[in-house]
């Protein structure tokens, strides 16, 4: 593993953070020997109560009633008990301030520009939460969303979420199919929809698609319709309203609905590619706390801050991102495609407005390599503070990438996690340094370990991502799982009372993760474990190859590398390319790495979410059936590997 350090914050950069301001106050009144970050984080994972209490102080979470106690059982996983006895409630929290500070300005590629403030934000929800009412929804109700990234969005969220009631989302880029196997499994009273989106310039109707929806979905009392595209025939909705008809303005007060801790908010999605997705039910408190020390400690966001995240209503992301409401900055939606008109755009609407934290994939970084953006070009990108990426391992190349053509001094965040906790194992720290390829520290407050086949830890060997203590984010349980069946085998049947994530990790000495992909996905050539990551890294720095996945194939009681690629123009899988990546890969890697199969494809598989979806290549190559397509952006790029073998 490199130690290669590509930034070191600045000292006024680390000590003006406010991570740096609760780790010394940590350090002072726990007598801790000193205030780093490593010091810290050991004390948060050995005193989980007292971390999440003092968590809880720090960020001045909202709440009508105290708790009575912190946790019930420290050692129990899954179904430990936090902050039993306090009323609290998540909108409230996240609508703490009410002034005529920008809370959002929403940009969409139809070149639609609207800013709202917090005291607007306030108004609107008012209005959508006396429409919700009016119809009888109440706490516990499932409300819905099929709706691009847009301030509407948003405040149908908490609208929904002052009431008490349930909140559960896609985007429109989801399939007919994908959306009812999703939303039937949570019977919503109201959905809120819009008329159409745009991408590419082009503006797209989903309207007949939404129809087809509602068709599915009995449940439904009312469809809140927004007209986005200009093309809303409300009469052809059934049970549709207008977002004007419905958010009439009243004088009835907004009043927040005071929930335990562990009142349900959300409802997540798995995005597998077997069977239903899983529908994980996520609770208010555990992802209001969870949130707010992801935002304003590690990510160093406040109210002086604009940030940005690419994401759609159909990424845990979103939820993520949105909950920085509650730290008073000022958040940026975009809906569209990010490279459109120019590869460029998004980095050209940072510079615009004043982006201090740009969120993205992995993808979109390695995409703006390979088509040439030299982002420096444009701007200094004098307020830009941190960049986070998300959503896949980041590539050596990328990191190399921000630091050579976008900034030398920004924090280069990485950060993984995922929808089952709504957020992150691993993210990054104002007080640390970047290593290339790794991500800076594990959260405080979780007991992030690298388990080897012996289930013991380990450093700077590759091994299973687990979580050894509770934590407040966990997912409150599944729909439909009777006795708690489902949810135990997806992360507690290997090791009993810890938390196993389902991915291949590396900690180094120092703090530093590195991802090497998903573990059901690990490649295991001659008895050795392999993450498809290393493969990645190597050949999609070569400037042949635009894109490619990896898997394992089983064969004469040994398992085999497969790779496939997509070649950039210009460029033939002759044998001379063939050899050049083989020998890119032993050289780089061993030769345990080297694919015995290298085959070129029209297309590489993603979810709608921007993964690549390497066990439905590998389900395919087995012969085995792939059940749950329209987990896909790209279904019909499977059609090629069916004739592999």
């Avoid at 429409?131 to 149908?156: H, Q, S």
């Avoid at 908010?265 to 597998?272: A, K, Q, V």
Wanted: overall charge negative; glycine content about 8%.
């Amino acid at each position: 593993m490199t130690d290669t350090i590509l930034w070191r914050p600045a000292e006024n950069y680390k000590t003006s953070s406010t991570m740096y301001r609760f780790l010394s106050y940590i350090a002072d009144k726990y007598h801790l020997r000193d205030n780093t970050y490593p010091t810290v984080h050991r004390w948060s994972v050995e005193n989980i109560e007292n971390f999440w209490a003092e968590v809880w102080d720090f960020t001045k979470v909202i709440a009508s009633k105290p708790y009575t106690e912190i946790l019930d059982d420290p050692h129990k996983m899954p179904g430990a008990k936090w902050f039993q006895g306090a009323k609290l409630n998540f909108a409230e929290n996240l609508l703490r301030r009410r002034d005529d500070h920008t809370a959002i300005i929403f940009r969409g590629e139809d070149s639609v520009k609207r800013e709202i403030t917090y005291a607007e934000l306030y108004e609107e929800v008012k209005r959508v939460a006396a429409g919700l009412k009016k119809l009888g929804v109440k706490k516990d109700d499932r409300v819905a969303a099929f709706m691009p990234n847009m301030p509407e969005t948003v405040i149908g969220m908490l609208a929904s979420t002052s009431i008490g009631a349930i909140w559960s989302s896609t985007s429109p880029d989801f399939g007919t199919k994908g959306v009812l196997d999703r939303f039937s499994q949570i019977n919503p009273k109201v959905i809120f929809a819009a008329d159409g989106y745009f991408y590419k310039g082009k503006a797209f109707d989903s309207q007949e698609k939404l129809k087809e929806i509602l068709a599915g979905l009995p449940s439904l009392e009312a469809v809140v319709m927004t007209d986005y595209t200009g093309n809303l025939d409300i009469k052809a909705i059934p049970k549709g309203k207008s977002w004007n008809e419905f958010a009439q303005p009243t004088d009835q007060e907004l009043t927040f609905e005071q929930l335990p801790f562990d009142h349900p908010l959300y409802i997540m999605y798995s995005s597998g590619t077997t069977g239903l997705p899983k529908s994980i039910v996520h609770s208010a408190g555990g992802t209001l706390i969870q949130h707010l020390k992801e935002l304003i400690l590690h990510s160093n966001i406040d109210e002086m801050q604009t940030v940005f995240y690419f994401t759609t209503c159909g990424w845990m992301m979103w939820n993520w991102f949105v909950s920085a409401l509650a730290t008073g900055a000022t958040l940026v939606l975009f809906d569209g495609n990010p490279f459109y008109p120019t590869p460029d755009a998004l980095l050209r609407m940072a510079d615009e407005l004043g982006i201090s934290f740009f969120g993205t994939s992995a993808k979109y970084i390695a995409s703006l390599e390979s088509e040439g953006v030299i982002p420096k070009e444009i701007s200094d990108f004098p307020k830009l503070n941190v960049i986070a990426s998300t959503g896949s391992p980041l590539i050596d190349a990328s990191y190399r990438y921000v630091y050579k053509h976008w900034k030398e001094d920004v924090q280069l965040s990485s950060i993984a996690g995922g929808t089952d906790i709504i957020s992150c194992f691993m993210l990054g720290s104002p007080t640390l340094p970047v290593h290339i390829g790794e991500i800076q520290c594990r959260g405080l407050g979780m007991a992030v370990e690298c388990f080897d086949d012996e289930g013991q830890p380990v450093i700077d060997e590759q091994g299973e991502l687990v979580c050894t203590r509770p934590f407040p984010s966990m997912p409150l349980h599944f729909l439909n799982d009777p006795g708690n069946k489902r949810y135990h085998a997806a992360y507690f049947e290997v090791y009993p009372n810890v938390w196993r994530h389902g991915d291949n990790i590396v900690i180094s000495g120092h703090g530093g993760i590195t991802m090497y992909g998903r573990s059901d996905a690990t490649l295991n050539p001659q008895g050795v474990r392999i993450g498809t990551a290393e493969i990645y890294g190597v050949v999609e720095t070569m400037e042949e190859i635009e894109d490619s996945v990896v898997v394992g194939k089983k064969l004469d009681g040994d398992e085999i590398v497969v790779l496939f690629i997509i070649l950039n123009a210009g460029y033939q899988l002759d044998e001379a390319l063939i050899k050049k990546i083989k020998t890119t890969i032993r050289d780089n890697c061993s030769p345990r790495h080297v694919p015995a199969i290298i085959k070129e494809v029209p297309e590489i598989p993603y979810t709608i979410n921007g993964k690549k979806v390497e066990i439905a290549v590998k389900q395919i190559i087995h012969g085995q059936k792939v059940k749950n397509r329209d987990a896909l952006a790209n279904p019909e790029s499977l059609e090629f590997y069916y004739d592999v073998f």
